[in-house]
């Protein structure tokens, strides 16, 4: 259990909603929760020592995203992938393909109650195969029944196999291009200034979302609420969306002051990058694809007799193909073949995001550097601030 110490309530409804959920109703819900406890500001901290060329960019409305799964704190373990949903959804599209095509050549081969039957039962595509079957090889010989029976199981068992490959690749690349940066809520405190603010020395770049903008609508779509755990082992349920493992954030201790926010981007590949990635994919495909385990999973039977009905059991053979796809020995193979897939994107790239509100320098941070920051902030009609103390309390004063 995540302790509640670590998070107020809002949060772990929302990451529980947001990690869980599809239903668009549902997750309307979550972002409404974000929406009532969006702060009215964001911040990020930079040494003191800040490129000068970073900074014009930043104070340009440019944002700095770093890969997801470059960050520390980064799992894609607690990432679960329903393929029993997946292939479900996929190979109805190709049921509905078949059930046309016996339409076209029987009119009457499905009668009405066949047809209901195939739309209730769990697996639509497979009840529709097996029901084929039945009515197909009535006549038939042993012989020639056995050779419908192998077809019959080897032609579904390749649709799903090709389809739970397929994705496991496809969510591969999905968390491979998931950038992201961190904000934090600028409160004029010593602990945060200590804990963000490399100790007093750096600077905070503010952003203003008090205002309803166009602009400020669009950017707030993209930032969540980050979720503190102490371990992976904390969250107690499956993990469905993968932009969740970017808001986890392993502490021991969090500070009352302690309320960060993550930007996330979903990269999308270029004409070029796209044409790269088709050439780059096709060993990978290859390999999987004639791997031994995974051969012998293709060559597997998995029709059974049921409830006095012939069954195709899927569940097996899911499970079977993710314990090779997750295996030490399949990934150590893959990794070499799927960083050439990964270097088609950078590890680093900056966006248009939106102009700061205003540029806060540390109170601490060097004299001699004062001048230069102030130069460049001010070309760009921002105001800069310079964070001063008085006994206990900070307050900032505008240069």
């Not at 993209?222 to 493992?245: A, H, M």
């Not at 969090?254 to 780059?280: F, H, R, V």
């Not at 130069?375 to 001063?388: A, L, R, S, T």
Request: with cysteine; glycine share 2%.
């Amino acid at each position: 259990m995540v302790d509640n110490k670590l998070n107020k309530k809002w949060k772990e409804d929302f990451f529980e909603i947001f990690a869980t959920k599809s239903d668009v109703k549902e997750l309307e819900n979550a972002d409404k929760i974000k929406i009532e406890h969006f702060p009215p500001v964001l911040g990020q901290y930079y040494p003191s020592n800040i490129d000068e060329d970073t900074l014009i960019k930043l104070c340009e409305g440019k944002l700095f995203l770093t890969k997801s799964k470059k960050q520390p704190d980064y799992d894609d373990s607690l990432i679960k992938i329903d393929y029993e949903k997946v292939i479900k959804t996929q190979l109805n599209t190709l049921m509905q393909q078949q059930i046309a095509k016996l339409q076209e050549e029987d009119p009457n081969f499905l009668k009405d109650d066949e047809k209901e039957i195939i739309k209730k039962s769990s697996f639509p595509f497979i009840k529709l195969m097996t029901l084929v079957y039945s009515k197909d090889t009535k006549d038939m010989s042993c012989n020639d029944q056995k050779q419908w029976k192998e077809y019959m199981n080897q032609f579904i068992t390749q649709q799903i196999v090709f389809s739970i490959v397929n994705t496991y690749y496809t969510m591969k690349l999905y968390q491979d291009n998931i950038y992201t940066t961190l904000f934090q809520t600028p409160y004029n405190k010593d602990y945060v200034w200590k804990e963000y603010g490399y100790n007093h020395e750096g600077i905070c770049v503010t952003y203003n979302f008090k205002e309803i903008r166009k602009i400020i609508i669009e950017q707030l779509q993209k930032i969540f609420p980050v979720y503190y755990i102490n371990s992976k082992s904390d969250i107690n349920y499956d993990v469905y969306n993968s932009v969740c493992v970017s808001l986890l954030k392993t502490k021991d201790k969090i500070n009352t002051y302690d309320n960060q926010w993550a930007y996330i981007m979903s990269y999308k590949y270029t004409e070029t990058e796209y044409t790269m990635l088709d050439n780059l994919l096709e060993p990978v495909y290859t390999y999987s694809m004639t791997h031994s385990k995974i051969n012998e999973i293709l060559n597997g039977n998995y029709l059974e007799i049921k409830d006095n009905q012939l069954n195709y059991n899927y569940k097996k053979l899911i499970e079977n193909l993710v314990d090779v796809l997750n295996s030490n020995e399949f990934q150590e193979e893959l990794n070499t073949k799927l960083q050439e897939v990964y270097d088609i994107t950078q590890n680093n790239i900056d966006i248009d995001f939106m102009k700061p509100e205003a540029v806060y320098l540390g109170r601490d941070f060097p004299e001699e550097k004062i001048k230069q920051i102030k130069e460049i902030v001010q070309k760009e009609d921002i105001m800069i601030f310079k964070i001063k103390q008085s006994e206990d309390k900070l307050f900032k004063a505008l240069i």
